[in-house]
């Protein structure tokens, strides 16, 4: 048996976030200091702020708006892929949402919710994977071996990033030092860099056939690229333990621009090796995006066509664990490929502290 990518579905907002916007209401960098430094034009982001205060603007009380939350934006992703799949949600059995930015934190909440709403069997699994960009790949192994090993028949995988009700300049303007004697972060580049989205597969196991995934790896490492201390029993808010910056999610920029092209270049070579193909039999590259510029210099370094690169990270911003399945779910739907083709695709990611993996299918 093989594990297919049978179907993909996304969803992205529509309220595009400017430079302008996002520096007046997160101080650090000028507009053009953003787009110089990452790349990016805009963002995306499901809930407005206020430029003034700086603070996220929840919806407002007693009017069910939709999408307004993180399993909303989960649902529409998943249920186009579904459709795309051609599979009925009783057929799906187990559901995993990777994020680090879920509504409610506790109980896989999100998963167990878009399990209701989509109507799974009462024994079809939910669970939320508490992970950043590369928990997709690394969760899409794990589902594989699952798949081809005859456990699961149908896995739904939906990632997603809810950025914009974190807005908050104080904590996110607020200097947290990694260690001990070691030069304080602040959690602005956050605010420029991420924007909100959702992204969905559906993964069958079958005997061959349009998607099916010929190599797969997962890895993890060991370096803290995002830091974010508080919130856990060690430092709860009231116990007076978690400062305004332990609350934020800090991107440590040059550990990430270190780190990222060792390890992706790890799984991208794994990867290959184990299909037994070349770099430039693939067609498309499904890679995340920390931000254009280190995207780039990447491809760059490791010589590959910017033009098989997906990329839109200048325009929805970094949407972490998302990203890779809203590209390929974009380019589905655009025809940019499309199953059948007998094309190669490749999907890898790193993030967070370490979660990286990669697969390698055939369109």
């Known amino acids: 048996m093989r594990a297919r990518i049978t179907g993909a579905g996304h969803f992205v907002p529509r309220r595009a976030v400017s430079n302008e916007r996002i520096a007046r209401a997160v101080p650090g960098w000028t507009a053009e200091r953003i787009a110089e430094k990452t790349g990016i034009l805009e963002r995306r982001f499901l809930w407005d702020f206020d430029d003034e205060t700086g603070v996220a603007l ?22 186009e892929a579904l459709d795309m799949a051609g599979v009925s949600a009783g057929a799906v059995d187990a559901l995993f949402l990777v994020t680090c ?29 508490d992970d950043g960009c590369g928990g997709t790949p690394y969760v899409m ?29 104080r904590t996110y303007t607020a200097e947290l030092s990694p260690a001990p004697g070691q030069k304080g972060l602040s959690g602005f580049l956050s605010m420029y860099v991420f924007g909100d989205a959702a992204g969905a597969v559906v993964l069958k196991a079958d005997d061959g056939g349009p998607g099916s995934i010929t190599a797969s790896m997962s890895l993890n490492s060991y370096e803290e690229l995002v830091l974010r201390r508080g919130g856990g029993a060690l430092r709860h808010v009231h116990q007076g333990r978690a400062s305004d910056a332990e609350l934020a999610f800090i991107v440590d920029g040059p550990r990430v621009a270190r780190s990222y092209p060792e390890v992706m270049a790890r799984c991208l070579s ?4 184990r299909a037994g193909v070349e770099q430039d039999d693939v067609s498309r590259f499904y890679l995340h995006q920390p931000n254009r510029r280190v995207l780039e210099a990447f491809a760059t370094r490791q010589g590959l066509d910017l033009a098989k690169v997906a990329m839109n990270v200048d325009r929805y911003g970094n949407t972490s664990a998302a990203g890779m399945l809203v590209l390929l779910s974009e380019d589905l739907r655009q025809g940019a490929v499309r199953f059948g ?6 999907l890898a990611a790193v993030g967070a502290n370490v979660h990286a993996g990669a697969q390698l299918f055939v369109f």
Not at 101 to 129: K, Q
Not at 143 to 150: D, S, V
């Open 341 to 346: 083709s007998g094309q190669l695709g490749l």
């Open 101 to 129: 930015t879920p509504d409610e934190l506790n109980f896989s909440h999100d998963a167990m919710a878009l399990h209701e709403r989509l109507g799974l069997r009462s024994d079809a699994y939910a669970m939320v994977i």
């Open 141 to 169: 192994d794990l589902a594989r071996r699952m798949l081809e090993h005859g456990a699961l028949r149908t896995v739904l995988v939906v990632a997603s990033a809810f950025t914009s009700p974190l807005v908050n300049r």
């Open 270 to 273: 794994e990867a290959l090796t």
């Open 58 to 79: 929840p919806p407002p009380e007693g009017e069910r708006l939709y999408p307004i939350s993180n399993t909303d934006m989960c649902e529409v992703a998943c249920r």
